[in-house]
């Protein structure tokens, strides 16, 4: 491929709309910087149901969430969020809970249907790599 053309892929990747679900601070401060530094536009919520806000407000190419919150899960995140931007890749993490029926790898091809699952806690290469990944297979809404 000539230069340009993927100079023009990488930048429409790296110009994708995600969402950050995450009720932990930390995390979802870490989360921040380390897609906006990779170059992506990054919008950050604290619980599943202003998630699902900001699915119906604006478009999305990515959205990740955490699949163990307090009020909403990200299960069900995940689930009203594919009616709302079915278009959308989305990509659960997780810590894992023992006390629940729901194994992480569960997560994806299950009612919930996530496109990719990451284990925390995970290396920032690892979310970058997986981001990067699911944008390519995700139509741009840009």
Known sequence: MAPDVLR?????IMMAEILVVEDVPAVLYSLRIILTGAGYR???V???AAGLEMLKAAQFDLIISDIWMPGM????VIAQGRRLAPRARFLAITGGNPNSGVLPDDL???EFRAD???HKPFEKD???ATVSALLKAAP???
Not at 8 to 12: A, E, V
Not at 73 to 76: E, F, V
């Open 73 to 76: 899960s990200g299960t069900d």
């Open 116 to 118: 990719a699952v990451l």
């Open 46 to 48: 604290a619980d599943g």
């Open 140 to 142: 741009s809404h840009g």
């Open 108 to 110: 994806i091809g299950s």
């Open 126 to 128: 690892d979310l970058i």
């Open 42 to 44: 990054v919008s950050c």
């Open 8 to 12: 023009f892929q990488k930048d429409s």
